[in-house]
T-cell receptor, first 115, second 114 residues
């Protein structure tokens, strides 16, 4: 099984450029989310979705957009990249209808540098 | 609010040493608790989990027990190997706007020397 697939793995952007991080999962999970990982801060939730057509903001949503047109895909868009968005980004998915304690599966991460 | 506090790293041990990485949490209700591991250059992998008080999660020789009375979920391994070198994250799940969200500790970098 592919699980959660993120692309690209590495990207360098110039300030002000836009780009999209792709995320796809093949486990038919309703719940998908994006986190960013910064040194000494663990992972923080950017945006999440509980199903196709439904998205909502997490803890640090500013500067990012998401959409969920299908169950499988959950792209993250940076509208106008800033150096503060230099980070490692992780996409994650899990089922949400089977109760608490569901394992959340992560992609391999996308290393983004904004110069 | 909900939070997770891990012992600060980095932690450096010799092969076959005993490992403990402390983790305590603050949460309303009864969260599920997790340890995730991140090997160099890779994403996060679930190491083990526990969903209720006194549960013990275990995997690959690692163990952690959900202690509600001390709000702790310390990670232990009896004899570490060089291949255990990684960053370890303690986390809990909370309900966030109707869905579950992971709240992570800051991570503990572990290096095992041969």
């Amino acid at each position: 099984n592919a699980g959660v697939t993120q692309t690209p793995k590495f990207q360098v952007l110039k300030t002000g450029q836009s780009m999209t991080l792709q995320c796809a999962q093949d486990m038919n999970h309703e719940y998908m989310s994006w986190y960013r990982q910064d040194p000494g801060m663990g992972l923080r939730l950017i945006h999440y979705s509980v199903g196709a057509g439904i998205t909502d903001q997490g803890e640090v949503p500013n500067g990012y957009n998401v959409s969920r047109s299908t169950t499988e895909d959950f792209p993250l868009r940076l509208l106008s990249a800033a150096p503060s968005q230099t980070s490692v980004y992780f996409c994650a998915s899990s089922p949400i209808r089977t109760g608490a304690g569901n394992t959340i599966y992560f992609g391999e991460g996308s290393w983004l540098t904004v110069v | 609010g909900d939070s997770v506090t891990q012992m600060e790293g980095p932690v450096t041990l010799s092969e076959e040493a005993f490992l403990t990485i402390n983790c305590t949490y603050t949460a309303t209700g009864y969260p599920s608790l997790f340890w995730y591991v991140q090997y160099p250059g890779e994403g996060l992998q679930l190491l083990l989990k526990a969903t209720k008080a006194d549960d013990k999660g275990s995997n690959k020789g690692f163990e952690a027990t959900y202690r509600k009375e001390t709000t702790s979920f310390h990670l232990e391994k009896g004899s570490v190997q060089v291949s255990d070198s990684a960053v370890y994250f303690c986390a809990l799940t909370v309900l966030f706007k109707g869905a579950q969200k992971l709240v992570f500790g800051q991570g503990t970098r572990l290096t095992i020397n041969p």
